[in-house]
């Protein structure tokens, strides 16, 4: 399964906005940890305020802070703000082959086990994951 | 609030709690389902646990599992198959209380592993079991309809 570069940019963006909420980070910064051009992230992060989970901070600086619920906001909330996973494939309806139909299927099932992992994690549970990686790391 | 409730091994007396908070969570309830589970998983069955959290207000939540023994090939692993915290007692650490607490009887059964299996859609609970830091495991459930 792959994630469009601004999917995976809006979650890594969400989870070190959560990681700290009362931290302010702007584009350049998150950009930087990301190799990404602040101005493609700016975009990015609009579209997150714009869905509630960022507020644009005032001040010296700028930036944002985050405004959501890390315990409730899932990795599909944000995946679903940039694409649609599952969404239907083009092609013509009608006069369809059973071949073509029954990779559908399969296809499909594919998705939604895509679609259940995403809804069932929220950044919460993904912070306590990286948490879990730092320490094994360490220990290693 | 986070309550420290007693998780306890469960008690004839607490069946009609558990049918009770079963039945708040699923919209039905299982009395002869939940009778068989006490019998067959309630007292001191070798390897299999069934365990309620009580607070001051009684049965809070309950938590049934087991350690199964190479399925498919599989080496023993705990397995949870019933989980279930009153509703309006969520939320105070009481379901991770009764996770831990079959899981460190797992760990003493000998195993270091534990699995369970969801419906996809059963997206709190599933949340819940990934926020005590479970992950997919490397099975595919299968089914299909009996002719």
């Keep these: ?140 | 609030m986070h309550l420290k409730k007693v998780v306890r091994g469960v008690r004839r007396s607490d069946l009609v709690q558990v049918v009770a908070i079963d039945a708040l969570i699923t919209g039905l309830a299982k009395p002869a389902y939940w009778a068989g589970i006490l019998r067959r998983y309630g007292g001191r069955q070798k390897q299999r646990y069934f365990l309620v959290a009580e607070g001051k207000d009684g049965v809070q939540g309950y938590v049934v599992g087991e350690v199964r023994d190479w399925e498919f090939g599989s080496p023993p692993c705990g397995w949870v198959f019933g989980i279930g915290v009153r509703p309006q007692a969520r939320l105070g650490g009481i379901g991770a209380q009764l996770l831990e607490a079959v899981c460190e009887r797992f760990r003493r059964a000998g195993v270091g592993r534990v699995r369970t299996l969801l419906a996809r859609d059963a997206t709190v609970i599933l949340a819940f079991f990934r926020s005590q830091g479970m992950m997919a495991a490397p099975f595919i459930p299968l089914e299909k309809e009996l002719d």
């Design chain 1, 1 to 140: 399964m792959r994630l469009q570069q601004n999917t995976l940019l809006a979650l890594y963006s969400a989870l070190e906005f959560a990681s700290r909420p009362e931290r302010q980070l702007s584009a350049a910064e998150i950009a930087a940890r990301y190799r990404a051009s602040p101005h493609h992230l700016a975009k990015v992060l609009r579209k997150l305020r714009r869905a509630g989970l960022l507020q644009a901070a005032r001040g010296v600086g700028g930036g944002y802070r985050f405004t959501g619920n890390a315990k409730r906001v899932t990795l599909m909330d944000v995946v679903e703000l940039f694409e649609k996973v599952g969404a239907a494939r083009p092609g013509p309806r009608a006069g369809r082959r059973e071949e073509e139909k029954a990779l559908d299927e399969v296809l499909a099932e594919v998705d939604q086990i895509a679609k259940a992992t995403f809804r069932s994690i929220t950044l919460d549970t993904m912070l306590k994951l990286i948490a879990r990686r730092a320490r094994r790391g360490r220990g290693a």
